[in-house]
């Protein structure tokens, strides 16, 4: 992992340029207000400049190179070793700010002090040494100690915090690629089931009226149309999907006979939003193979309204004894899936109840697609 990428952390180069903007600009601040001594500008800026190179050796190099990469021993030892590297170069760069400063301070004293305080006093008394006082010296080695240990421990706690985000982002990813490679194969496990189905019905079909048969075939192709090019898209319009249930639904009626009532209310003005293809399909099939009877009175009732991104719809049936005895044995896939697909697409967005009773199978679904 790369900290500067230059796709995804542009705003992390912009953040780290405006601090060190705003850091490296106080002093000229402090200055312009309160008009502070240039030895305080120069020690600043000596620090800061150590300060920047020990965070993002920390952060850049330390911390990839041997934190994450299971030799913290290695990272302990070397961070160590930098923190007394550093140490001593500060040291000399402010011995030699301090020895700078204090030589030209000491050049004016002598200028403009009298005549009979120039003479020589007793050895050692007055007499300039070129280093800091030992209390400057310990001040300097607690603050850069408070200092250095901060940095290293800021700077890990932004890399760590960043290798979290990345972290969760790529399981993010690995979910959603999860997620779509197993609504794929939902899906393209509904779409055998249904052609299944519907050959069977064609075939019965043939037998009774080849007229319709004919009819019965030109409806499939448009169903397998919308199956192999619209829905393979991802997403579809809500139109697309009422005109492939209406199809559906026309091909059904093509073996009905009078003793099955019908009621189809699908709607006819809506926002034509998009929503996931073969959605309610299962459940219209699932009626018309188990809910009608050629020789007893059977009803199907389909209804569904769309206002704003809500959806619910209703599918109710009625359930033929026989036809239950016969197809105790089997189990479909097709509502198993679409039940799979809901949790997996609209999580905490659905609500899917089914009622049965001993005349009547009901389907009651409500979709939240914002």
């Not at 026989?322 to 609500?351: T, Y």
Request: hydrophobic fraction near 40%.
């Amino acid at each position: 992992m790369k900290a500067f990428s230059l796709a995804g952390n542009k705003l992390k180069i912009i953040l780290h340029l405006l601090a060190w903007t705003i850091l490296l600009g106080l002093p000229l601040y402090f200055n312009k207000r309160w008009q502070v001594g240039s030895d305080f500008i120069w020690l600043y800026y000596i620090n800061a400049t150590i300060s920047a190179i020990i965070f993002y050796l920390n952060y850049l190099i330390l911390l990839p190179g041997f934190f994450f990469d299971h030799k913290r021993h290695k990272y302990f030892i070397t961070a160590f070793l930098m923190l007394i590297f550093f140490y001593f170069i500060s040291d000399k760069a402010n011995e030699f700010v301090f020895k700078y400063i204090s030589v030209g301070q000491k050049t004016e004293e002598i200028k403009s002090a009298p005549e009979e305080r120039k003479e020589p006093g007793p050895p050692g008394v007055g007499k300039f040494t070129g280093r800091p006082p030992v209390r400057q010296r310990q001040m300097h080695l607690f603050n850069y100690a408070f200092t250095s240990v901060f940095l290293l421990f800021f700077s890990m706690g932004l890399r760590v915090l960043e290798r979290q985000s990345q972290i969760e982002k790529l399981q993010k990813e690995m979910e959603k690629e999860k997620l779509n490679s197993e609504l794929t194969f939902l899906k393209n496990q509904i779409s055998p089931h249904f052609f299944f189905n519907t050959l069977n019905n064609i075939y019965a079909l043939i037998s009774i009226n080849s007229e319709d048969s004919k009819k019965a075939v030109l409806k499939l192709s448009k169903l397998m149309r919308y199956l192999l090019y619209e829905s393979e898209q991802g997403n579809t319009r809500l139109s697309n999907e009422i005109d492939f249930m209406n199809n559906y639904i026309d091909l059904m009626k093509l073996r009905m006979s009078d003793k099955i009532s019908l009621s189809v209310s699908l709607p006819g003005k809506y926002d034509d939003f998009k929503i996931p293809p073969l959605l309610f399909i299962p459940f219209i099939e699932n009626a018309f193979k188990h809910g009608i009877s050629y020789r007893e009175k059977s009803f199907i009732e389909i209804r569904m309204t769309a206002i704003s991104a809500s959806i619910s719809f209703r599918c109710v049936n009625s359930i033929i004894k026989s036809r239950e005895i016969a197809d105790s044995g089997h189990s479909g896939i097709g509502l198993e899936n679409v039940n799979k697909r809901l949790n997996l697409l609209f999580p905490g967005k659905h609500d899917l109840k089914i009622n049965k009773s001993d005349t009547e199978y009901e389907v009651l679904l409500k979709i939240n697609i914002a």
